[in-house]
């Protein structure tokens, strides 16, 4: 598990469910710290898993294997949880929940990071990403953040997200996407096939741009909204 940080948030012991985060491609989990602490208040066990190379794992990022959170998962995950994740997270998120025989209850996707063959990008960095300056600031100072990906990730994530198209009828869930309007990060092929599945509802955030959980002017709206999915 050295490829994979780990830890959970429990309040009370007689909690609802367990709900596991997966951060998203520019974030950590210590993104998700208030988050995880306002479930854990609310009667969920929140599981926070970090990927290699995000945060304080240190770690070619390039290297990072899906496969290590998809066998994690595997092993970790009980017979009864919710499972949210962000961005890259998100695309993780939805693939193993495809592949998996042990399907989560629900199924929440926050900006979801659906790339497809046209995207024209041979890097990614934080200046694509659409935000308002000051976060953009902010996120240049966090030395938490990966200030930029190259290649060899974004063609993983193209991989996982046309195999997340292709089996969308193996989302046999309830499964809510949170996305902004002005979200440039997630495809016309993906927002069009996403529309098509009744069991999928949208969300929309009212934000500049994507990075809903670390924006503090978005945070609320979307905490309130995973709580009010949470509670459906």
């Not at 996707?109 to 990008?121: G, T, V």
């Not at 200030?147 to 997200?161: A, N, Y």
């Not at 990075?211 to 459906?232: D, G, K, R």
């Amino acid at each position: 598990m050295e490829n994979i940080s780990y830890r959970y948030i429990l309040n009370r012991l007689d909690f609802k469910k367990d709900i596991f985060i997966i951060h998203g491609l520019f974030e950590y989990p210590g993104v998700y710290e208030k988050t995880a602490q306002r479930l854990s208040d609310n009667g969920y066990k929140a599981h926070l898993i970090g990927m290699q190379g995000f945060g304080n794992l240190y770690a070619a990022k390039e290297a990072l294997d899906f496969y290590s959170v998809f066998e994690f998962l595997e092993r970790t995950v009980s017979s009864d949880y919710v499972l949210f994740g962000s961005c890259l997270g998100a695309v993780i998120a939805a693939s193993f929940s495809i592949k998996t025989e042990k399907k989560p209850s629900k199924l929440i996707l926050s900006s979801p990071l659906l790339l497809d063959r046209e995207s024209s990008y041979g890097s990614l960095g934080i200046d694509e990403l659409n935000l308002r300056r000051d976060i953009r600031v902010k996120m240049y100072k966090d030395p938490y953040i990966n200030k930029s990906f190259e290649k060899p990730l974004i063609k993983k994530v193209i991989k996982e997200t046309e195999f997340i198209l292709d089996n969308t009828d193996r989302l046999n869930m309830p499964v809510y996407v949170l996305r902004t309007p002005r979200d440039t990060l997630l495809n016309d092929q993906a927002v069009n096939k996403i529309k098509k599945c009744k069991n999928i509802k949208v969300s929309i955030i009212k934000s500049e741009d994507r990075m809903l959980f670390y924006n503090p002017l978005s945070y609320e709206q979307a905490q309130t909204e995973l709580e009010h999915i949470l509670s459906e």
